[in-house]
């Protein structure tokens, strides 16, 4: 069983960063991609970046590209989500999952393990 706990959100302004983490137990973390996914009030929950197990293979929604860096620290057992220039439609619950592969895919459905979440709210 994998357990993501995420942390870094908060409240900023626009134009604002913040960085999340989302630390993993379990030993087989180093082999699983991990992503990265939000839900906004009265939306669906979407996809905004994955990762796959050694970091060389990423992913970002068109919505955050160039804004975002997904990084991850195996050592650490940790991803991270750098976010910058943030704008307020990237308020939102964010949430860290994870699957059992080593390989990135783009589908809630394929990430069985997920966290809490944190809240991220920008104010403009």
């Known amino acids: 069983q994998v357990q993501l706990v995420e942390s870094g959100g908060g409240l900023v302004q626009a134009g604002g960063s913040l960085r999340l983490s989302c630390a993993a137990s379990?030993?087989?973390?180093?082999?699983?991609?991990m992503g990265w996914f939000r839900q906004a009030p009265g939306k669906e929950r979407e996809i905004v970046s994955t990762?796959?197990?050694?970091?060389?293979?990423?992913y970002y929604a068109s919505s955050v590209k160039g804004r975002f860096i997904i990084s991850r620290d195996n050592v650490k057992n940790t991803v991270y989500l750098q976010m910058n220039s943030l704008k307020p439609e990237d308020t939102a619950v964010y949430y860290c999952?994870?699957?059992?592969?080593?390989?990135?895919?783009?589908?809630?459905?394929?990430?069985?393990?997920w966290g809490q979440g944190t809240q991220v709210t920008v104010s403009s």
């Open positions: 379990g030993r087989t973390f180093r082999s699983y991609a």
């Open positions: 999952a994870t699957r059992p592969s080593p390989l990135n895919a783009l589908g809630q459905k394929d990430y069985p393990y």
């Open positions: 990762i796959n197990w050694s970091g060389d293979n990423t």
